[in-house]
């Protein structure tokens, strides 16, 4: 099974930056589709940004040109780039590991690491 552990969250002010990481462990990195959602207490939770294993990349509408998602296959990483935040983006952030071809069910996740933005 895939272990995914993140990290990068924190405290900053809006219109600041953050990178998030997803370190993924225990299968083959290069062939998942990687991703970052997140949610706040009582919403849903929604995709932020995934890519697949041939570069593919997909944003939410909120996230277009602030977020940059991108991946180090050498290093079994994710990363999470987030320019330009806003409160509205203060969440926790989860890391997503898919393997195309496989059932949603089955997809890993992160513990989580929190954001905040806020002055």
């Known amino acids: 099974q895939v272990q995914l552990v993140e990290s990068g969250g924190g405290l900053v002010q809006p219109g600041g930056s953050l990178r998030l990481s997803c370190v993924a462990s225990?299968?083959?990195?290069?062939?998942?589709?990687m991703g970052w959602y997140r949610q706040d207490p009582g919403k849903e939770r929604e995709m932020v940004a995934t890519?697949?294993?041939?570069?593919?990349?997909s944003y939410a509408d909120s996230v277009k040109g602030r977020f940059t998602i991108s991946r180090d296959n050498a290093k079994n990483t994710v990363y999470l780039q987030m320019d330009s935040l806003k409160p509205e983006d203060t969440a926790v952030y989860y890391c997503?590991?898919?393997?195309?071809?496989?059932?949603?069910?089955?997809?890993?996740w992160g513990q989580g690491t929190q954001v905040t933005v806020s002055s």
């Open positions: 225990g299968s083959i990195f290069s062939i998942k589709t």
């Open positions: 890519i697949t294993p041939s570069g593919r990349r």
């Open positions: 997503n590991s898919h393997e195309p071809g496989t059932n949603w069910s089955d997809d890993y």
